[in-house]
Structures are given as structure tokens and as C-alpha cells.
């Protein structure tokens, strides 16, 4: 199982984008998935995540921004991302689980086994 994330680009700060993740051979909604973001000289941080209930979860600095959801097939993750800031530059990377776990232990990342490659978002003027 091979993630790969879709979406990055630059933007102006104040600006929307949409991550995608696809990935074959996985069963999206079995186990919580979730983004993920890593910034220049910094520790990799959940942003959003969605369990398999169908719950989420998101970090401080992005609830009432960003949005995580799955496409109607079942077989999309999408982060929409609106009213970016500066501080929303990273490599924004897409995790799949394998366990159950709770929101918060996905957040922290614990049961994400696959990962993809990441996607560059950058948020500057």
C-alpha cells in the first residue's frame, strides 16, 4: 500500500487548497487515517485525522480552517485547507492506519503504518 498525496502548490496567505490522498489496495474506513505535516527545522505534527467511525480530530492550529473528509467511493482522503497562514508551510503527508485506535493516539500518529511521499504546500506572498 503506497499513499500518494496530491494538491500542493503555493498560495498567497488567505488562500484555499485541497489535498487529496489515494491509495490502492487499501480498505479507507477501516482504520483511521489522516494528514499529517512536517515544516522546515521542525517536528512532524498531526493536523487532521478521521477514524473509522467516521469521527475527527484536528489540531489547534487548523480547527474551524480545515476540513478532512472522505470522497463519496470511498477511496479518497481530501484535507481542504482555507484561510492558509504563513505558519501552514510544510510537507503535508497522508497516513494510513492499521489498528484501531482512538482520535487522539491517531493524531500523535501511533497505528499509521503507511505513508506517502508528501506534497508541498507553501503559503507566502
Known amino acids: 500500500v503506497h499513499p500518494e498525496e496530491s494538491g500542493g502548490g503555493s498560495v498567497q496567505p488567505g488562500g484555499s487548497l485541497i489535498l487529496s490522498c489515494v491509495a490502492s489496495g487499501y480498505n479507507f474506513g477501516s482504520y483511521c487515517m489522516g494528514w499529517f505535516r512536517q515544516a522546515p527545522g521542525k517536528d512532524r505534527e498531526g493536523v487532521a485525522v478521521l477514524n473509522s467511525d467516521d469521527s475527527t480530530m484536528y489540531a489547534d492550529a487548523v480547527e474551524g480552517r480545515f476540513t478532512i473528509s472522505k470522497g463519496n467511493a470511498g477511496k479518497t482522503l481530501f484535507l481542504h485547507m482555507h484561510s492558509l497562514e504563513p505558519e501552514d508551510t510544510a510537507m503535508y503527508y497522508c497516513?494510513?492506519?492499521?489498528?484501531?485506535?482512538?482520535?487522539?493516539?491517531?493524531?500523535?500518529?501511533?497505528?499509521?503504518?503507511?505513508w506517502g511521499e508528501g506534497t508541498l504546500v507553501n503559503v507566502s506572498y
Open positions: 497516513a494510513l492506519g492499521v489498528v484501531s485506535v482512538t482520535r487522539q493516539q491517531c493524531l500523535l500518529g501511533y497505528g499509521m503504518d503507511y
